[in-house]
């Protein structure tokens, strides 16, 4: 059985992690990325060249490499592929692929932020407190960030002194000084939760843990594969939300994907990529049977050179 990693940058474990789950059932994982310099592809199997997701050929060549390389299941990993690949969905799962990626509908809900907002509510989850377009807050401080986008650029916390009206564009929430938690979830491929590992988020840069701790959190967990089965979202998904330890949480955005420091739930027990392979080769017993999940595990990054010679670089 083979894997597709797309958009793979960095994303280094994320590779280690397929080929883990795929080499005793001899498959293996390519990747692609539109630059040569993409780290993630040389840690692959193999490296595909793939136009860019809005190019008219995109559809045509994915299905040429699945078909000639006998791709089983394809992982998205960039926010900005997964409308074009929802939308392709259904002619591969016809061809025997399975593309990781949720619907449509469930898609707009994670990547418009007023729009999970009253998912939420739908839902009977908490979210921040929350004020429309032009609405001046009655409690301050209060953070504003962009209503499109991910990793917590363009996110700022105003003061009372400091405040101006804000655009049809921006969310107008109360600042939350409560400690923030990433849960990754794992749905199955046709929506049905698995299991969710929670780790607080100990250090951030640019939007993401450096520092994350796994922790115990079944109110947490529970509640996140709850709004994610809401969602109707499939396979692994980020949830972002802040916690106190005892009450709801406050959900802040979910991403449809993997994130940057998911191999830390991977390796606590999460097992993700494992259990996805399983799912996709028909594995459903031992994919669905929930894995035990080691609290305490701490991730701590830190920067590592790959060095590759020019001519390397061509082979991508």
Known sequence: MNVLILSVASKVLLVQSFRAAVGPRGGRVLATDLGSDSAGLYFADGVVNL???????FEEALLRVCKDERVSLVIPTRDGELPVLAGLKGCFRSEGIEVLVAAH??????GD???FVAACARL???TPRTWGPGETPDEFPVYVRPRFGTGGAGGLQIEAADWKLQGEHMLVQSFCPLAEYSVDVLMDLAGVPLQAVARRRLLVRAGEAVK????SAAVLT????ELCTGLGLVGHNVVQAFWDGLGEPLFIEVNPRFGGAS???IQAGLASPERLVMLA????????RPRPVRCGLTMLRYSQDLLVEADQLARA
């Open 281 to 288: 080769a028909g594995e459903e017993e031992a994919a669905r």
């Open 105 to 110: 509908e469930a898609l707009a809900d994670c």
């Open 113 to 115: 932020k007023r729009r």
């Open 263 to 265: 191999n830390l739930s």
């Open 124 to 126: 009977g989850l908490r």
């Open 212 to 215: 994350s701790q796994v922790e």
């Open 51 to 57: 136009p860019r997701t809005d190019s008219p050929d």
């Open 222 to 225: 529970e509640a996140s594969l």
